[in-house]
């Protein structure tokens, strides 16, 4: 039996393939604990069951890892417990029991792992900064590289110079917005093509340089592979 789930990337319906089959791991968002429950909130629960219950179909109940994270710490939580007059902490204790109830009366599997926010705040934050860094240079690093491949095509009489190429895969919309030039395209990046437009925006455009993202081939028809230019002067 071949599992097809849609990838919201592609928006279309492709194989599921596990990178490891005996060891399938599917991760999700759990609650937020500062009130009950709603039946909006009982959706994913269910359907995040199904497919774990699925997933220990296909591959064995052995070979499955369910984690569902607890969102421990939030605002809404320390409005909740000030309101209340009691701790953050007895509020979210209260509140995670209650949802547990709730899920387990809904004939929910429990899923293997339910990791809280409060109790990995320095991965988190450590994640954040790689995700804000892909490229693993810092702001002066890049700052330096840049100014590098300017003066160099400056040298050579250019006057705009490609720093980067990359495929259509990180943008949110597979270069579409980029190709038809919509107001708002710099929204749909990701990764190291985010960062060098931050680079741009903070240090490059107020120097007066301009930045051009633009499909450079169209395989089957649909947009491919992007390329960055930096440009100067008239």
Known sequence: MELRLYDTLTREKRAFVPLDPNNVRMYVCGPTVYDFAH???ARPVIVFDVLFRL???LYGADHVTYVRNITDVDDKINARAAERGISIRDLTEETYKNFKEDVAALGCLPPTIEP???GHIAEMRALIERLS???GKSEEEKIALASTVIQRAVRNGLTEVQVYRFPNSLCT???RAINQQEPGWE???TGIPLEI???WSDHLKPRGYR???QVIDFPGGTPGDISIVIAWGE
């Open 173 to 175: 919309d597979r270069g």
């Open 133 to 135: 860094r892909p490229s």
């Open 187 to 189: 929204k749909t990046l």
């Open 211 to 213: 930045i051009r993202y």
């Open 197 to 199: 437009f931050r680079l």
């Open 116 to 118: 809280r926010a409060t």
């Open 55 to 57: 997933l220990r179909h």
């Open 39 to 41: 039946i909006g909130n």
